[in-house]
């Protein structure tokens, strides 16, 4: 707000468009479970518009949900010959975080 440009070192956008009253790009919404003494698992997951696409790193499995249409995430499409080109899309994206620097 006061022409300041932000650290390199920050993440994240601002959000003063939205202070403004612009709209605000649409972006992936990432996550991560990391495995735990209690929870060996790990799992890496984004939501993009209505889809939402989950690897299973520990289950070496992926799973992919229209979120607009089945919001209880009970049909898996990832393997959907009609979901292929999607799936691979969205993969490419969840991959791309995956092996971001850290």
């Known amino acids: ?9 920050m993440r994240g956008r601002s959000l003063l468009p939205l202070l403004e009253g612009k ?3 649409a972006r992936p919404i990432f996550s991560e479970l990391l495995p735990a ?13 209505d889809h939402k696409l989950i690897h299973r790193v520990s289950d070496r499995r992926w799973e992919l949900y229209d979120l607009a249409k ?6 898996n499409l990832a393997d959907a010959p009609a979901s292929r080109a999607l799936f ?7 991959v791309a975080f995956e092996e971001r620097p850290k």
């Open 1 to 9: 707000m006061v022409g300041a440009a932000p650290p390199a070192s």
């Open 23 to 25: 709209p605000r790009e």
């Open 70 to 75: 089945d919001p209880k995430e009970q049909t």
């Open 88 to 94: 691979e899309s969205l993969r490419a994206k969840l």
């Open 37 to 49: 003494t209690a929870w060996p698992h790990h799992a890496v997951m984004m939501v993009d518009g």
